[in-house]
């Protein structure tokens, strides 16, 4: 929004974000970010509960099976994966030029490995819960 | 035949000796099938108004000169097509994140300086005498580079990145995918004195990964690839200095 006959006419920045749908899903990916935050100050607060004893941790808990709570973590799913596949869709161009056997790796299988790493730990994870649980 | 067909075009200008700020103007032209948005500037320029400035040369993408925001989109004037963007109207705007310093004209002076600083030419490992012959270099090798240097400098990217917006003193993916080309290649010996202009904070590390760059590429070259390459190539050489008294790239 300045102008200067040197350099010319600078055009302002204001909600930049908006003037593309491709600005709008990164600032998806980013505020996504946040979800991954919360769900790990949840877990923080869990394991400070556990230092302080059994009955703080099973308050902890209970607090977690309030209605409140299972809104909360719906929505922190959902935010998660959303973010999971906003990484995955730019890793390929995050990670060095691959190349097997003389051929270059394509974009799409760098991203479905990403995303099979995904299902094996999550499988990996529901497994141990439930043969704790036993 | 039929009647020629007309769409509406709005074009930002800018006469810095008589606008205080950008402002639309329309203009009404025919166009056919197989018209360029460039064509339907040009008969702008022929038959409705002389005063119209544009930057145009080859007509068919490999010169990098009708960079313009098209439909709020960064895209080439003559690769882009008026029955693809109907029935309009067209809105037509200098690039993005750039200063205007006429209608469709950008001042590129910013970009033509990072251009130089990155040292965009070989600096050989070895110097080599015309009789010892060129520098080799296998296809792999090649293959490393190659898309890399398939830039036309047309700044389409520039016009895609906010950061760049944020902040014109960001190198920006066009000047950093042609550094890595020259970093990267086999025969190349300059990236100890590269590796300072990556490893500033207007280096890769404005860089937040928002990747429309290499979308809006006209020729593939995928700056957001070579840009976050060297965020790990920029952190290795922060750290391995650590270990080696010389510093990683030396």
């Known amino acids: ?134 | 035949m039929t009647e020629p067909r007309t769409v509406d075009l709005e074009v930002l200008r800018y006469r810095p000796e008589r606008d205080s700020e950008p402002v639309w103007q329309r203009y009404t032209v025919p166009y056919n099938h197989d018209m360029s948005v460039l064509q339907a500037l040009q008969h702008v320029k022929d038959e409705l108004d002389g005063t119209l400035s544009y930057r145009w040369s080859c007509r068919m993408a490999i010169c990098g000169s009708c960079g313009m925001m098209i439909g709020g989109k960064p895209k080439l004037a003559c690769e882009t097509f008026v029955r693809d963007l109907l029935p309009g109207p067209i809105r037509i705007e200098a690039l993005a994140h750039f200063p205007i310093e006429r209608d469709l004209v950008v001042n590129a002076e910013g970009f033509i300086r990072k251009l130089e600083r990155i040292k965009p030419y070989l600096i050989p490992k070895e110097p080599r005498t015309l009789a010892q012959g060129e520098y080799l270099q296998t296809p792999l090798e090649l293959e490393r580079i190659e898309q890399f240097s398939s830039c036309i400098n047309c700044m389409l990217c520039y016009a895609a990145c906010p950061q760049f917006g944020l902040n014109p003193e960001f190198t920006g993916p066009a000047a950093i995918a042609l550094l890595h080309r020259y970093n990267d290649d086999s025969r190349d010996g300059g990236r100890a004195q590269r590796m300072e202009v990556l490893n500033a904070e207007e280096g890769v590390w404005s860089c937040t990964a928002v990747a429309y760059c290499s979308e809006v590429c006209p020729k593939h070259v995928d700056p957001a690839n070579a840009v976050n390459q060297n965020k790990v190539n920029s952190a290795k050489d922060y750290f391995l200095r650590f270990l080696s008294p010389k510093g990683a790239t030396r």
């Open chain 1, 1 to 134: 929004m300045s102008r200067d006959p040197a350099i010319g006419y600078r055009r302002p920045m204001r909600s930049w974000w908006r003037r593309d749908r491709f600005f709008v899903r990164y600032m998806l990916r980013e505020l996504t970010a946040l979800a991954v935050l919360v769900y790990a100050i949840v877990l923080a607060v869990g394991v400070v509960r556990l230092s302080q004893g059994e009955a703080a941790f099973d308050g902890w808990l209970q607090a977690l099976r309030s209605p409140l709570s299972l809104l909360l973590h719906v929505v922190l799913l959902l935010s998660m994966v959303v973010h999971a596949h906003s990484w995955f869709e730019i890793m390929p161009k995050t990670m060095p030029l691959i190349f097997v056997g003389g051929r270059r790796l394509a974009a799409r299988t760098i991203q479905r490995t990403g995303w099979a790493a995904t299902v094996v730990v999550t499988v990996v994870v529901f497994a141990l819960a439930l043969w704790a649980r036993a």
